[in-house]
């Protein structure tokens, strides 16, 4: 098993651009989450997936968008990056809604 | 909304002293889970308690449940230097049916 895997690992955008970070599990976990990751702040619920075909909105939502297609994938859409969205990304998935096993990051910066 | 107060936020401490950490919050949670994370990686799961007053060791670790619901700490004995990271406690709340992350605690270990 390759467990959660993401990409890109690193990436940069100019304010404004758009771009999606892929997560993908070979688990058959039904719950998946993306969290950002900031200094001091510890880890921070984006958007959260029970299953295929349904979404929640966590702590921090606004300027992303998600959706679950298939039980493998849960990409994270940045719609128009700005500065404030510069943060560490990580994707985790779990069979139900606590033991989450999380995937090793996407690290973003926004100028 | 919900918040776990994490403590200490760091400890430089000794090859083989014993460390200690605790998290704290208002609300009650019905499960409490342990992370580490190495620099550069995904938390990685340590220890999980779905019970109050739960005691559960893994290895040199020892990490228990407050009897109410909100309160949890994480024991090492024994240090070692690959003990160095960043550890996350994290409750889970059946009401909101979410994982909150404290905001860790980075441990430097001197040899």
């Known amino acids: 098993n390759a467990g959660v895997t993401q990409t890109p690992k690193f990436q940069v955008l100019k304010t404004g651009q758009s771009m999606t970070l892929q997560c993908a599990q070979d688990?058959?976990?039904?719950?998946m989450s993306w969290y950002r990751q900031d200094p001091g702040m510890g880890l921070r619920l984006i958007h959260y997936?029970?299953?295929?075909?349904?979404?929640d909105q966590g702590e921090v939502p606004n300027g992303y968008n998600v959706s679950r297609s298939t039980t493998e994938d849960f990409p994270l859409r940045l719609l128009s990056a700005a500065p404030s969205q510069t943060s560490v990304y990580f994707c985790?998935?779990?069979?139900?809604?606590?033991?989450?096993?999380f995937g090793p990051g996407t690290r973003l910066t926004v100028l | 909304g919900q918040q776990l107060n994490q403590s200490p936020q760091s400890m430089f401490i000794q090859e083989g002293e014993d460390v200690s950490m605790n998290c704290t919050s208002s609300?009650?949670?019905?499960?409490w889970l342990w992370y580490k994370q190495d620099p550069g990686e995904g938390p990685v799961l340590l220890i999980a308690?779905?019970?109050?007053?739960e005691l559960t060791s893994n290895g040199r670790l020892t990490a228990q449940f407050g009897i109410t619901r909100k309160d949890s700490f994480l024991n090492i004995s024994a240090s070692i230097p690959s003990d160095v990271g960043i550890y996350f406690c994290?409750?889970?709340?059946?009401?909101?049916?979410?994982?909150?992350f404290g905001q860790g605690t980075t441990l430097q270990v001197k040899p």
């Open positions: 985790a998935s779990s069979r139900s809604y606590n033991e989450q096993f």
């Open positions: 688990m058959n976990h039904e719950y």
């Open positions: 997936s029970v299953g295929a075909g349904i979404t």
């Open positions: 609300s009650i949670f019905n499960t």
């Open positions: 308690l779905y019970k109050a007053g």
């Open positions: 994290a409750g889970f709340s059946g009401n909101t049916g979410k994982l909150i």
